[in-house]
């Protein structure tokens, strides 16, 4: 058994995804910071010092030690930025991809290499021009 969960972890889609995961979950990290601290603050600027985390509806007040219910759309605002962030350098990526391998594609192949059969069919030739 454990050599077969050896094999399934080693295989190259497993460790690729992984690798995958682990950059997509810094990456994601990267983008909330910059969309809370580079470009909300801005936007906040903009609307007039308003900071969009801090925006919530209480649904109910806080009774003594329980804290207050609330429903904060604000939070929802940042991650809806984060993801719309996100979504748009995974598109430049990908496009970004898809016209290097259409270039790719364009290229011509090089003439592949003539076969052993060809070569030595060539220097008979020759050799038959020559005696001539």
Do not use: C, H, W
Request: hydrophobic content about 50%; charged content about 20%.
């Amino acid at each position: 058994m454990f050599k077969e969960f050896k094999e399934f972890a080693m295989r190259g889609n497993v460790v690729d995804m992984a690798v995958g995961i682990i950059i997509g979950a810094a990456f994601g990290k990267i983008v909330s910071s910059l969309v809370n601290d580079v470009i909300m603050p801005p936007i906040g600027i903009l609307l007039g010092g308003i900071d969009f985390s801090n925006f919530a509806l209480t649904l109910k007040e806080a009774v003594g030690e329980v804290p207050a219910v609330t429903l904060s759309y604000g939070v929802f605002i940042n991650t809806v930025i984060d993801f719309l962030i996100i979504a748009f350098v995974i598109f430049l990526v990908i496009k970004g991809m898809n016209k290097m391998k259409r270039k790719q594609e364009e290229e011509p192949a090089a003439p592949p290499a003539p076969t052993k059969e060809q070569t030595l069919l060539t220097e008979i030739r020759d050799l038959l021009k020559s005696r001539s």
